[in-house]
């Protein structure tokens, strides 16, 4: 049996429409100019916060933000490859609170021994412009040791940039970015 031309065309364009709707993001993902992140080093604030959980924070949130592939590079606090790229947002977080948890509390109750994190976490274009801000806990309430609540806090930041839509980068110039991006494009998220 054959089949005209016109006829196969018209079910290509039926079977790519249809992927089309049941897959948006993927079809959009294709063409859509990508934001690169640069996380900065962790700020501890006020808060008296070992050294560890500030490196820990860190490492996993280059980690997860690697995970969520929403952004064309993750790239560490004085990356020299930053200079180079165009589209570029710094991801800035600074501890708010911190309570210190036991792991032997934990293990022994399920009610006492939590170690909790809540950090603001700021997305900025290169001149400072902030385009998301927001505020997430991580914890560890059961099993597990205390660094466990920086993969959750972590974790958290990720998947609320993640689902949060950024303004889209223009392919060629930052300052044609940073200038289009409004006061009213500033998105405050706050998970609590």
């Known amino acids: 049996m054959t089949t005209s031309k016109p006829w196969s065309f018209a079910l290509l364009a039926a079977t790519l429409s249809a992927f089309a709707i ?3 993001a993927a079809v959009s993902a294709e063409g859509a100019a990508q934001w690169s992140v640069q996380v900065r080093k962790v700020d501890p604030g006020d ?3 070992a ?3 500030q490196i820990a924070i860190y490492e996993n949130l280059l980690d997860q933000l690697s995970k969520t592939k929403q952004f064309k590079q993750v790239l560490r606090d004085g990356d020299r490859k930053a200079s180079d790229v165009a589209d570029l947002l710094v991801l800035k977080t600074t501890v708010e609170k ?7 509390r934990r293990a022994v109750t399920t009610v006492s021994g939590a170690t909790k ?8 274009t290169l001149d400072g412009k902030v385009i998301l801000e927001l505020t997430v806990n991580g914890n560890v309430r059961f099993m597990g040791s205390n ?3 920086t993969h959750n806090l ?3 930041v990720a998947k609320t940039i993640k689902s949060t839509r ?27």
């Open 22 to 24: 049941a897959h948006p």
């Open 47 to 49: 808060i008296n916060l």
């Open 51 to 53: 050294s560890s959980f």
């Open 98 to 104: 911190y309570t210190a948890g036991s792991e032997t």
């Open 117 to 124: 994190l809540t950090v603001r976490s700021q997305l900025c």
């Open 147 to 149: 660094l466990r609540a």
């Open 154 to 156: 972590a974790r958290n």
């Open 166 to 192: 950024l303004p889209e980068p223009t392919s060629g110039t930052l300052s044609k970015a940073a200038n289009s991006i409004s006061s009213d494009d500033i998105v405050v998220v706050e998970l609590r």
